[in-house]
């Protein structure tokens, strides 16, 4: 019924379905690296020779070359990654290559091999966010001046400046990078030497092989230990968060770079053209960078479905942590890439947004506080005359600093000269010097203390 490709029965079919070293093999270097580790502990407990520990040290570093070179040939029937190296490992030693497995399974290798895999992968990101920061960091103080519409429900609400409009995603990438640094200080912790489930009989000290491997300390129950993908989870949750963020600022690249907005002029090197429209310029990588983060959501789903019904301790289940947290990784690093290179190439068009952010009449609000602050209205009062001022102008098809004088004091008579001072779009955003305000002086004070977080020279 499968045709030529299962001719050989089920069992070639247990051997696809059983294998994990296609997807696994990108574990190599951690996992010799803990295979190091553990067997100098071995050998430093006295459980195993000097003489067989300095063999094995020495055919584990040969593999390492030679994986280095030419990769690894997989091979089904060898399963996954610890059966490749221990496999290969005995080609080159011969039975002694056996005392490495010593008082450990695969269940606490693969769960020690996939956090050091995971942390690794955390401290890339990591430096991969910082770059965006200071990407973003040096556009924003370029254009802490520059008036845009800022929007609520998409529709012009006040002006605000692309400095601080930029911040925002400063912002949202420190608790990015907050949370990916909670994820690794809640990891790091050894699984190994929780053997398959129980602890291990021989003196082992799980204290050494932790440290010898950068955690700060063994984990401190067997059967948690080999069942716990939390770090995973962690990781991937962390991952979604970032990428929602990436996603929402290359939906505003989106919206900016078309034509009725004219915002931005994307760099030709993030945008593609059409086959057949020749006046066409794409914002392609903004578009994956959106779409990207559906792929990272559903890694991240992916995995909660995996671990949800699993009993203590190991279950074979658990082999497919790895695609989805892989798959996401490449995902997200990409993505945090591309949207750094599109901040720091990207043309910004700051005539366009002044001219839309004098339309709509985006000051409304700056006339209705002026009412309060100088006519001593009250805010309700105030938000009334405003209105009414609103749809005179647009009925004027004007602006409300076009209005005259005389149209202003037959609405009320309270308004004065002095109100044509905040109807501008410069004087309104300069006018919100709230802490964490729109207004350029504290959008540059608050570039000025990002600088300083990230160590950097002002
Ligand atoms: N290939 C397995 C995995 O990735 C390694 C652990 C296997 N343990 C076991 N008891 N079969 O999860």
């Known amino acids: 019924m499968w045709g030529g490709r299962f001719a050989d029965g089920p069992s070639s079919v247990m051997r696809e379905i059983n294998a994990s070293i296609p997807f696994d093999k990108k574990l190599w270097r951690q996992d010799i690296r803990a295979s190091l ?22 055919g584990l570093n040969q593999i390492a070359q030679e994986f280095e070179a030419n990769g690894i040939t997989e091979n089904l029937d060898l399963e996954d990654i610890h059966m ?32 050091l895999w995971v ?15 200071k990407a973003l960091l040096d556009r924003a103080e370029e254009h802490a ?16 400046s692309l400095g601080h409009h930029l911040m925002a995603y400063f912002e949202m990438i420190r608790r990015d990078r907050s949370r990916f640094a909670d994820a690794r200080t809640r990891m790091n912790e050894s699984p190994l030497g929780a053997a398959a489930l129980a602890g291990t009989g021989f003196t082992i000290d799980r204290g050494n092989t932790a440290q010898m491997l950068g955690f700060d300390g063994p984990t401190r129950n067997s059967l948690d230990s080999v069942s716990d993908r939390d770090f995973a989870l962690d990781y991937l949750m962390a991952a979604t968060q970032c990428s929602l963020h990436l996603s929402r600022l290359a939906e505003e690249f989106v919206i900016w770079a ?45 995995l909660v479905m995996t671990m949800k019904g699993l009993p203590l301790a190991y279950s074979k289940d658990m082999q497919d942590d790895k695609p989805p947290v ?10 945090i ?23 709509g009449f985006s000051t409304a609000t700056d006339f209705a506080d002026w009412l309060v602050r100088e006519a001593k209205l ?6 009334h005359v405003t209105g009414t001022v609103v749809a005179l102008a647009e009925k004027q098809n004007c602006g409300l600093s076009e209005l005259t004088l005389e149209q202003f004091q037959q609405i009320d008579a309270r308004i004065s000269e002095q109100v044509f001072d905040v109807l501008t779009v410069d004087a309104s955003v300069a006018s919100r010097s709230s802490y964490g305000g729109t207004a350029p002086i504290q959008v540059k004070a608050q570039i000025t203390s990002a600088r300083k977080v990230l160590g950097l020279e002002n």
Do not use: C, W
């Open 145 to 160: 001046d520059t008036v845009m519409p800022g929007f609520t429900h998409l529709q012009s609400a006040q002006p605000v």
């Open 326 to 335: 892989f798959e996401a990784h490449d995902l997200l690093g990409l993505s």
């Open 337 to 359: 890439a591309a949207m750094t290179g599109m901040i720091a190439e990207v043309e910004f068009r700051p005539a366009r947004m002044r001219e839309l952010a004098e339309s």
């Open 378 to 383: 009250p805010f309700r009062e105030a938000h």
């Open 84 to 115: 490749h190296v221990e496999a290969r490992l005995t080609e080159i030693l011969g039975p002694v290559a056996g005392r490495l497995h010593t008082a450990r399974s695969r269940n606490d290798q693969v769960a020690t091999d996939f956090k």
């Open 119 to 133: 942390r690794d992968a955390l401290d890339m990101v990591d430096a991969a966010l910082e770059e965006l920061q």
């Open 258 to 302: 078309s034509q009725p907005f004219g915002f931005i002029s994307l760099p030709d090197s993030y945008s593609t053209g059409s086959s057949i429209m020749p006046q066409k310029r794409n914002p392609d990588a903004a578009e994956l960078v959106r779409g990207h983060s559906g792929r990272i959501a559903g890694a991240m789903q992916a």
């Open 37 to 58: 580790a553990h067997v100098a502990m071995l050998a430093a407990q006295k459980i195993i020779e000097a003489e067989d520990a300095t063999q094995i040290i020495r």
